[in-house]
């Protein structure tokens, strides 16, 4: 199951595994595929430098990337505590009162309350952007559209690949016009930020769109062979997966919640719902209590990226630590449905390659 971009990125399966698991993308990358981290979570540029490193020892010498999340236009800046006085009083009071009716507990004394992910802040992206062009990685991508130009300038001077996620053939068009070398077709079924178009559709429209110019990955509703050997079928050429990696073992050494654990097992592919409550941007989620209660009458709009996830930060630690799987916050697409079990990654690997050779061998 080899295609031209196996050769582009240096890999042996044309399957790039996003993850905000250092863990899971080091396994993806030993594995044959191209495990990408998903640096959002780091707000100290420090802490990245140091997973970085971590990763650059346990690939094995194998090719992985990053993705970083810069907005095309610029959201709102400024510290965390400069950032909290713009939110309304009012969503603050809906926040604390759901959080009573659902019976989820304040945090222990002592406790940190945590600022909440600020990689979404351009400014803190940026920093990332300049941790990474200091390793190794094959790959930077961004998670939403195209790099600045002074950004994919910086990743091919370092021999870096640049991609980017679209989500309607015209963000393609504009992104290979920007130098973006690599465009991910990003389905309405996809976990976390995405679009409204659904794969079936949208993957032949960016192809088209496209042409030889540059290889499209298909991302949404991917999760087992014969949906790669679709994808492949019509026109990517290979797939960017993130939902399918969730219920890895390798997964559990960066969050071990049992009760995200029996959630993602629970759940079935109607069990997601696309919100703008987890960070200000429509991203799909597990559907629950907690997404249920954002959709009552009554409830508030949510806040643009990054207010929203400021004022959900000690909501989201505080829905984990409840240990209830039908509250927990967690972006996750539509085949979550097929997960049943927890496995490690390379034998996730190995059974997405058999289901694809055996899905093409019956299309012969």
Known sequence: MRTPICDQLGIEHPIVGFTPSEHVAAAISR??????????RFNDPAELDAVLDWMDANTDGRPYGVDVVMPARVPAEGAVRDLEELIPPAHRDFVEQTLRDLGVPPL?????GGEGVIGWLHSVARKHVEVALAHPARLIANALGPPPPDVIAGAHQRGMLVAALAGKAQH?????????????????EAGGHTGEIGSMVLIPEIVD???DRVPVLAAGGIGCGRQIA??????????????????????TLTTSAPAVQQALLAATSSDTVR???YSGKPARLLRNRWTAAWEQPGAPAPLPMPLQNVLVAQAHQRLMRAGAPDVVPMPAGQIVGRITEIRPVADVIATLVRETAE???RLR
């Open 31 to 40: 594995a044959g595929g191209l495990g990408v981290l998903g640096c959002v």
């Open 108 to 112: 222990p004394d002592g406790a940190p």
């Open 172 to 188: 393609a068009r504009d992104q290979v016009a920007g130098g973006v070398d690599i465009v991910v077709a990003q389905g309405y």
């Open 209 to 211: 769109a496209v042409g």
């Open 230 to 251: 679709a994808a492949l079928a019509l026109g990517a050429a290979g797939v960017w997966m993130g939902s399918a990696w969730l219920l890895t073992e390798e997964y």
């Open 275 to 277: 919100s703008r409550i």
């Open 359 to 361: 899905a093409l061998d």
